[in-house]
């Protein structure tokens, strides 16, 4: 059993910043990638930025250039830095870690979400 935490969302001006962070613990053998999608009512999920294991990282392109993600491998854990948020960031932000439980076999697991609130 993997377990994911998300931590560090809240109610913040037009402009303002915040920095997500997402934990993962348990069965882990290796991350072979972390990211973030949210997710805003009457919507899809969607991704909003991921980090390989190799450190490659991509972002939707309605991020880009406002947020940046990160990772501490030593820690199993991924943040996202945002800047500049807007309204339409609004939404509840869910971590996504791709675990490599075994040697051979990787799933998917999600953390509960944490609610990111922008203000006009």
């Known amino acids: 059993q993997v377990q994911v935490v998300e931590s560090g969302g809240g109610l913040v001006q037009a402009g303002g910043s915040l920095r997500l962070s997402c934990a993962a613990s348990g069965n882990i053998l290796r991350i072979n990638a972390m990211g973030w999608y949210r997710q805003a009512p009457g919507k899809q999920r969607e991704l909003v930025a991921r980090i390989t294991s190799s450190g490659s990282a991509n972002y939707a392109d309605s991020v880009s250039g406002r947020f940046t993600i990160s990772r501490d491998s030593a820690k199993n854990t991924v943040y996202l830095q945002m800047n500049s948020l807007k309204p339409e960031d609004t939404a509840v932000y869910f971590c996504?870690?791709?675990?490599?439980?075994?040697?051979?076999?990787?799933?998917?697991?999600w953390g509960q979400g944490t609610q990111v609130t922008v203000s006009s």
């Open positions: 996504n870690v791709v675990v490599a439980v075994t040697a051979y076999l990787s799933n998917d697991y």
